[in-house]
């Protein structure tokens, strides 16, 4: 069981708008900073949020991020079938004092 | 540009040990912490363990505390993984990853990760 819950799938059909929720505590996500990762099909994760809304050079402003209190949200607009694909969450816990993801949610566009 | 790679994974006998390498370019290593993270296979992204920038501040996931140990040859631009005393539940892709800054370990850059095998 993770530390950090997300809903384990989505769908959206091309050109839709999802969000993806990621909920934690104040040891984690209330007091760091939540990044998003997103995973294709046998490939390694990559950044795609960092420090709650930013997004890294080469990401699409499609996507985009916020937090607030213990919990944080991915959205994603204007969705296309490449965003097919595995989306994690993650922030530092203080309290275990160590790096947690959450469980992962498959995006699957329809 | 930032390049991680992981080698050292294999099959190994419940009870045996591995040693993990990723070898890092395109930054300047000794900046940066460094994580190791497994995805056992089908299953979620699990944080294992982190280490800043000098190599003097660790930090481990419990699943793995007193089993592995993370190091870092800063002169070499690699980092390590010593894990014994394997499991069958440590079989997993491992992947090496660069922190954001010296003393973060918060994520912006994946290798792509090196197969272990725990299994007799």
């Known amino acids: 069981q993770s530390v950090l819950t997300q809903p384990p799938s989505a769908s959206g059909t091309p050109g839709q708008r999802v969000t993806i929720s990621c909920s934690g505590s104040?040891?984690?996500?209330?007091?760091?900073?939540v990044y998003w990762y997103q995973q294709l099909p046998g490939t390694a994760p990559k950044l795609l949020i960092y420090?709650?809304?930013q997004r890294p050079s080469g990401v699409p402003d499609r996507f985009s991020g916020s937090k607030s209190g213990t919990s944080a949200s991915l959205a994603i607009s204007g969705l296309r079938s490449e965003d097919e694909a595995d989306y994690y969450c993650?922030?530092?816990?203080?309290?275990?004092?160590?790096?947690?993801f959450g469980g992962g949610t498959k995006l699957t566009v329809l | 540009e930032v390049q991680l790679l992981e080698s050292g994974g294999g099959l190994v006998q419940p009870g045996g040990s591995l040693r993990l390498s990723c070898a890092a370019s395109?930054?300047?290593?000794?900046?940066?912490?460094m994580n190791w993270v497994r995805q056992a296979p089908r299953k979620g992204l699990q944080w294992i363990s982190s280490?800043?920038?000098?190599?003097?501040?660790?930090y481990y996931a419990d699943s793995v505390k007193g089993r592995f140990t993370i190091s870092r040859a800063n002169s070499k631009n690699t980092l390590y993984l010593q894990m014994d005393s394997l499991r069958v539940e440590d079989t997993a892709m491992y992947y090496c990853?660069?922190?954001?800054?010296?003393?973060?370990?918060?994520?912006?850059?994946w290798g792509q990760g090196t197969l272990v095998t725990v299994s007799s």
């Open positions: 990853a660069k922190g954001e800054s010296v003393d973060s370990g918060d994520i912006d850059y």
């Open positions: 395109g930054f300047t290593f000794s900046s940066y912490a």
């Open positions: 993650a922030s530092w816990d203080g309290s275990l004092s160590g790096r947690v």
């Open positions: 280490i800043d920038g000098s190599g003097t501040g660790t």
């Open positions: 420090r709650n809304n």
């Open positions: 104040g040891s984690n996500i209330g007091s760091y900073n």
